[in-house]
């Protein structure tokens, strides 16, 4: 339908605390979730949030294959959640480099839990529940964090693992973030 402009790092609406969704099966809801896709695909992005694209609903989106963002990360299926609720499954946590499409340029190593449930809706309102690990509850958290304002420079530890990625690999060969 529409590839929609991405809010950078900045934007007072990133900030904000995105409100749970009511109604499900919507036009408007199907609407919104094409856009959202239609504009992580463009930006060959693993998950995008509505925030980022100036809707203030507690929706994510999520999954790939392969990405050239992420060429080592391991598959995460597509999914589309609504007002998600995520749980640690372990005390354990992992650090791994991030990017965000807000944040174009930019990596930084953020901790994140390493086993996490999470669970929400889909967009017929059916219940989600899934317990997973690794790269997906990394990508889960990250565009979770989204929905309650939070970029993931605020969840870091060293500064000093922060700046533009063709400066932190300069052996890959990235377009853009």
């Not at 408007?28 to 509505?50: C, F, K, S, Y």
């Not at 990405?67 to 354990?92: G, Q």
């Not at 529940?129 to 420079?153: C, I, K, M, N, S």
Request: hydrophobic share 40%; glycine share 8%; aromatic share 8%.
């Amino acid at each position: 339908m529409a590839i929609r402009p991405v809010l950078r790092m900045g934007d007072a609406r990133l900030m904000q605390r995105a409100r749970e969704i009511a109604l499900f099966d919507t036009p408007e809801l199907h609407t919104l979730i094409v856009d959202m896709d239609d504009t992580l695909r463009a930006q060959d992005g693993v998950g995008l949030a509505a925030p980022q694209i100036g809707v203030g609903l507690r929706i994510v989106i999520f999954g790939f294959d392969t990405n050239p963002r992420y060429p080592d990360a391991e598959s995460v299926p597509y999914t589309v959640l609504i007002n998600p609720v995520l749980t640690p499954a372990s005390e354990e946590f992992e650090e791994g480099w991030e990017g965000c499409l807000s944040l174009p340029g930019l990596r930084g190593l953020v901790p994140r839990w390493r086993h996490l449930r999470y669970e929400g809706f889909d967009p017929l309102g059916q219940r989600i529940d899934r317990t997973v690990e690794g790269f997906h509850a990394r990508v889960v958290q990250h565009e979770t964090d989204h929905l309650d304002g939070v970029l993931y420079p605020m969840r870091m530890k060293d500064m000093s693992r922060f700046g533009f990625t063709d400066l932190l690999f300069p052996d890959r060969a990235e377009a853009s973030e």
